[in-house]
């Protein structure tokens, strides 16, 4: 099965190297595969072989990026890192079945904070509850399908908080 595995990444390592190669920035000059180091792919500048510009281990880990760490394994949950960030026209987040949504905001029993208790968690966090606070962003990252769900949670508690008020305003009104 392992064989099958960095055989099945070899071919998708030739087909990277064959989209790269009609480039007309190539920005490396050797490309060195060797099923027998942890490395089985590199690409990398002659006058820095150190500095590889694409790898990819045989547990499948691919780095995209000269100035990557290059300690990272399969076992944090990651296969691809790449340096200075992606751009791209469409990205699709799973969401695990485990991981759920927000709807559960919506369900009968859901402990919406009174909006004190919300002005006051605000003032005393500097952030919304539930949310990610700037310093664990900066710390660990982002996760695009917890964040997303995050802010989901919010819109739709600021759903239930805007009707509330509109219940509260129609009594005022026919008072």
């Known amino acids: 099965m392992k064989n099958f595995f960095t055989l099945t ?3 998708l390592s030739f087909g990277l190297l064959a989209f790269v190669a009609k480039s007309d920035k190539n920005e490396f000059s050797k490309v060195e595969i060797n099923q027998s180091t942890d490395q089985v792919l590199r690409l990398y ?3 820095n072989p150190e500095q590889s510009l694409i790898s990819m281990s045989s547990e499948g880990l691919m780095h995209l ?16 890192y790449v340096e200075k960030g992606i ?8 969401v695990a079945a485990d991981n759920g949504w927000a709807d559960y905001v919506f369900e009968d029993g859901y402990p ?4 004190e208790d919300l002005e006051n968690y605000i003032a005393k966090h500097g952030h919304l509850p539930g ?3 700037t310093e664990q962003v900066k710390q660990e990252g982002l996760d695009l399908a917890v964040a997303n769900k995050q802010l989901l949670e919010k819109v739709e508690e600021l759903s239930l908080y805007v009707l509330q008020l509109n219940k509260r305003i129609k009594a005022l009104e026919q008072e």
Not at 87 to 94: P, S
């Open 9 to 11: 990444l070899i071919a």
């Open 45 to 47: 500048k002659s006058d």
């Open 65 to 80: 990026g000269p100035n990557l760490k290059r300690s990272e394994s399969p076992k944090d949950g990651y296969y691809l």
């Open 87 to 94: 751009r791209t026209e469409r990205v699709k987040v799973d």
């Open 112 to 115: 919406l904070l009174s909006l």
């Open 131 to 133: 949310v990610s606070s």
